[in-house]
């Protein structure tokens, strides 16, 4: 097993993507804490499937966007294993629009979990890496950041591109201590994000996509394990595309 023993944090582990990463991390034999700030019971519920794969799991409600908040869950996690391997920014919302209907509110709320909740997340466990001289960190970016989305409001695109540059810079920075940091910019992958697709517009994204079908969220968990795992010691600064040959750079 790629991951045997190592402790990751995944936040926006409630559904979606988030929870394949943290079940792909389970099937690897990783200790796996979720965040998200979906329901206590719901949470408690991924956090039993994780532990299903005799791992240990650890359920934390936490707003990735209030840094008072993460700091404490990092603490928590401190407190009951002592260290923390792989942190999976994961948690991201999304508005759809364009610039003359967008709000104000919606733009802050966008950059301030995407963008920031990735920042504070990032902020909070670079002491615990440090002191390991090893960590991974994986930004989860998306296309949209590299190429720009029609569909979403204006605030989604820029907020992912941001998490680009951050991901670089951190990679940079923190390359002397032994951490890695990687995005993955997935495309058109399956979950609720993306259920409120009408069927014709399925189709036409399937049809701009090379390998002719949607995204699962197994697919961009399985790239999330590669870029935690020893295999990509020597990889970082690097935004991995999930997107079926979609867009290449
Ligand atoms: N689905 C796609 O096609 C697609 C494409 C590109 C990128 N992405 C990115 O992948 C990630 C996961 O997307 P998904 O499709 O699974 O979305 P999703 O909406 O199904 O899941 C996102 C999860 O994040 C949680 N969350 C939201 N705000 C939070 C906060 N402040 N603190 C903690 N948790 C919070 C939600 O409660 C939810 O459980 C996002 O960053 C998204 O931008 C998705």
């Given at each position: 097993m790629?991951?045997?023993?190592?402790?990751?944090?995944?936040?926006?582990?409630g559904?979606?993507i988030?929870?394949?990463?943290?079940?792909?991390?389970?099937g690897?034999?990783?200790?796996?804490?979720?965040?998200?700030v979906?329901?206590?019971?719901?949470l408690?519920?991924?956090?039993?499937?994780v532990?299903?794969?005799?791992?240990?799991?650890?359920a934390?409600?936490?707003d990735?966007?209030?840094?008072?908040?993460?700091?404490?869950?990092?603490?928590?996690?401190?407190?009951?294993?002592?260290?923390?391997d792989i942190?999976?920014?994961?948690?991201?919302?999304?508005?759809?629009?364009?610039?003359?209907?967008?709000?104000?509110?919606?733009?802050?709320?966008?950059?301030?979990?995407?963008?920031?909740?990735?920042?504070?997340?990032?902020?909070?466990?670079?002491?615990?890496?440090?002191?390991?001289?090893?960590?991974?960190?994986?930004n989860?970016?998306?296309v949209?950041?590299?190429?720009?989305?029609?569909?979403?409001?204006?605030g989604?695109?820029?907020s992912k591109?941001?998490?680009?540059?951050?991901?670089?810079?951190?990679?940079?920075q923190?390359?002397?201590?032994?951490?890695?940091?990687n995005?993955?910019?997935p495309?058109?992958?399956?979950?609720?994000?993306?259920?409120?697709?009408?069927?014709?517009?399925?189709?036409s994204?399937?049809?701009?996509?090379?390998?002719?079908r949607?995204?699962?969220?197994?697919?961009?968990?399985?790239?999330?394990?590669?870029?935690?795992s020893?295999?990509?010691?020597?990889?970082?600064?690097?935004?991995?595309?999930?997107?079926?040959?979609?867009?290449?750079?």
């Amino acid at each position: 097993m790629a991951l045997e023993g190592r402790v990751a944090l995944v936040t926006g582990a409630g559904r979606g993507i988030g929870k394949a990463i943290a079940m792909t991390f389970a099937g690897e034999k990783a200790h796996v804490v979720v965040n998200d700030v979906c329901s206590r019971n719901e949470l408690e519920r991924v956090a039993k499937e994780v532990s299903a794969f005799n791992v240990e799991s650890m359920a934390i409600q936490a707003d990735v966007s209030q840094y008072d908040q993460v700091k404490e869950m990092i603490s928590q996690i401190e407190k009951t294993f002592q260290r923390l391997d792989i942190l999976v920014n994961n948690a991201g919302i999304i508005r759809r629009g364009n610039i003359e209907t967008v709000t104000e509110e919606d733009w802050d709320q966008v950059i301030r979990v995407n963008l920031k909740g990735t920042f504070n997340c990032c902020k909070a466990v670079v002491d615990i890496m440090k002191r390991q001289r090893r960590g991974k960190i994986i930004n989860v970016s998306s296309v949209a950041g590299k190429m720009g989305d029609i569909t979403s409001a204006p605030g989604y695109g820029p907020s992912k591109a941001a998490i680009d540059g951050l991901t670089k810079t951190l990679a940079r920075q923190l390359a002397q201590h032994g951490i890695n940091v990687n995005g993955v910019a997935p495309h058109a992958i399956e979950t609720e994000m993306s259920a409120e697709w009408s069927e014709e517009k399925r189709r036409s994204i399937i049809e701009a996509i090379p390998l002719k079908r949607l995204g699962k969220p197994e697919d961009v968990a399985e790239a999330v394990i590669f870029l935690s795992s020893d295999k990509a010691d020597f990889i970082t600064g690097e935004i991995l595309d999930v997107n079926g040959g979609f867009f290449m750079d």
